[in-house]
């Protein structure tokens, strides 16, 4: 028996909210990656291009921050925060 799609959505919610204390400095909580997976479901975002069939990368300002993150449109979640440059 393999995995519920629920694990896989907290395993990528856990490494996202690692990548962006580790590359913006900013700890998020849950309600804070919603808010993010919001804005770029509402197209508030700038979308700059898609990684595979399911993930998407988009600039999103978010607390006047701006922050590189990977959204993966079948979970409805970010995957990961990439690095500002």
């Not at 690692?18 to 309600?31: I, K, M, Q």
């Not at 006047?64 to 500002?84: A, G, M, Q």
Request: glycine share 6%; proline share 2%.
């Amino acid at each position: 028996m393999g995995k519920s799609k629920g694990s896989k959505k907290r395993a990528q919610r856990i490494h996202a909210k690692r990548r962006a204390v580790e590359r913006y400095g900013s700890e998020l909580s849950n309600s804070k990656l919603n808010e993010i997976c919001k804005s770029i479901q509402s197209n508030k975002g700038t979308f700059l291009g898609r990684s595979s069939h399911r993930t998407t990368i988009w600039e999103v300002n978010y607390n006047n921050i701006v922050y590189k993150v990977v959204y993966d449109k079948n979970r409805k979640s970010i995957v990961s925060f990439l690095p500002p440059d």
